[in-house]
């Protein structure tokens, strides 16, 4: 995620430092951190940030969270590796308390170090599964930046002219904002979108015709049989995207109906993230055959999941499946610890209270501003689309929106960028922060959006 970028000017002393693409800070004067400590990171300088990106939704309880910092010194301690070659009990203890969250018949666990390692694994499981090959995808999706999960991934900014992605193929978006179809009432949000529309209370037209186009893809570029589809509960790089309620169920049945296994990339939405469920795929009445996790499993740790069936499992069986690193004691030690802070802290309430406030707070702001697009997303998974105008609904271009990130990180605030165009501001802080946090953000984002426009009408 973090490359050099040899075009950019910068002013601090380790040109290393330099970070560009369009979820990651790509700023002028990168944060050198040296710090963290639940939802505040301090750079060299001593400054303190409020951090509501957590490492892209990936610090889910808090930056060295005492309660996970102790359960992972105490692992140091005893035992860092062994290998799936033997048992040991810290491992199939966290791989136990993991299916327990997920519902039947969820209940075989796979341990890897990435998302996108997760999403291969899947990917082949699927495959060796079903006998198919074709894989369908969302546009505006990220599933993983490996040779096989860039296949999946379709925003161009993460893709390579070299051959890869074979019977990989990416289906419209279903965003009620940006896409061609929409309305106020789609999605499963506290807040609603700004489009109107035509849909009566039980029929929604706008998912009629993005499940038509998906049908047409059916028709017209994969086989009659086919492997999976993936789909995120909410799209995390692609700008906090939500669908039109209904929109995975009928994709489940029409993907089902070609033989294909429907996996949930839960690496963002799961842990509680969307405030309602624990895992976002519930918010959509939808059962997965799979589920893939990461970023927050262990709060930063490198740690991945694939959870499936035993059907599933079986087939796999056929050959072996080993991972040196995956599950590895020190990981499995964290993100234990992690599912028991989780509880004990009500993260998934915080999400659920704390993110609802602030949609409806940042839906003031849209309200006020003329950029400020749309306001969506659950719990602490949220996204604020920048417009030049409400009424063209173009984008704000990178360096406008440039200007207000840096604003809002100068003042103390760090945010993240996301959306095909860079366009959307990104909100996935820890899911330890306050309301204090929170009106704290509102007032030096308001004042960003403030100075940006005070900018903007000087003569
Ligand atoms: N899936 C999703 C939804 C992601 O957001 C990401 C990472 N941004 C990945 C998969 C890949 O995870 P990793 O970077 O751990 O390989």
């Not at 940030?49 to 301690?77: I, M, N």
């Not at 405030?275 to 893939?292: A, E, I, K, N, R």
């Not at 740790?301 to 694939?306: C, D, L, S, Y």
């Not at 030096?444 to 900018?455: G, S």
């Amino acid at each position: 995620l973090f490359v050099t970028d040899t075009n950019r000017q910068c002013s601090c002393e380790n040109k290393l430092a330099r970070t560009q693409g369009p979820g990651t800070l790509n700023i002028n004067k990168p944060v050198h951190i040296h710090q963290g400590y639940m939802q505040w990171l301090w750079d060299t300088d001593g400054r303190r940030y409020l951090d509501l990106f957590a490492g892209v939704a990936t610090v889910s309880v808090g930056h060295c969270h005492p309660k996970v910092t102790a359960a992972a010194e105490k692992q140091l301690r005893r035992l860092w590796h062994t290998t799936s070659i033997y048992m040991y009990p810290t491992v199939h203890e966290y791989t136990d308390k993991l299916a327990a969250l997920l519902p039947d018949p969820l209940k075989v666990v796979y341990l890897v170090n990435s998302g996108s390692e997760a999403n291969d694994l899947a990917m082949l499981m699927a495959r060796v599964h079903t006998g198919n090959f074709d894989i369908i995808t969302l546009r505006g999706s990220y599933h993983g930046g490996s040779p096989l999960a860039t296949g999946l991934t379709s925003n161009s900014a993460y893709k390579f002219p070299v051959a890869s992605g074979f019977g990989c193929h990416n289906t419209m978006c279903p965003d009620v904002f940006r896409g061609p179809w929409g309305g106020r009432h789609c999605r499963d949000s506290p807040v609603q979108t700004v489009r109107n529309c035509s849909c009566s209370q039980d029929h929604c037209q706008a998912n009629e015709m993005y499940i038509d186009q998906l049908k047409e893809m059916f028709a017209t570029t994969v086989p009659n049989r086919i492997a999976a589809f993936f789909g995120e509960p909410i799209q995390g790089v692609g700008g906090a995207v939500q669908y039109p309620k209904n929109f995975l169920k009928e994709t489940y049945k029409l993907v089902r109906e070609r033989g294909g296994l429907c996996i949930a990339d839960e690496v963002q939405t799961g842990f509680g993230r969307t405030g309602s469920h624990f895992w976002g795929f519930q918010g959509h009445g939808v059962l997965p055959d799979m589920v893939t996790m990461a970023k927050g499993i262990a709060n930063g740790f490198p740690m991945a999941a694939v959870v499936t069936t035993q059907e599933i499992a079986r087939s796999f069986a056929k050959g072996v499946h080993f991972n040196t690193f995956g599950g590895n004691p020190v990981a499995c030690a964290i993100a234990s610890s992690v599912l028991d802070t989780i509880k004990e802290d009500g993260s998934q309430h915080i999400s659920a209270n704390i993110g609802t406030y602030l949609l409806h707070e940042l839906a003031k702001l849209r309200e006020k501003y003329e950029i400020v697009g749309d306001v969506r997303g659950k719990g602490l998974m949220i996204g604020v689309e920048m417009v030049k105008n409400k009424a063209s609904q173009e984008p704000l271009p990178p360096q406008d929106l440039g200007e207000i990130f840096e604003d809002t990180k100068d003042m103390g605030v760090l945010i993240g960028k996301g959306g095909l165009y860079g366009q959307t501001f990104r909100i996935k802080p820890p899911m330890c922060i306050t309301k204090a946090d929170a009106d704290f953000f509102l007032a030096v984002f308001n004042r960003a959006l403030q100075n940006y426009m005070e900018r903007r009408l000087k003569p």
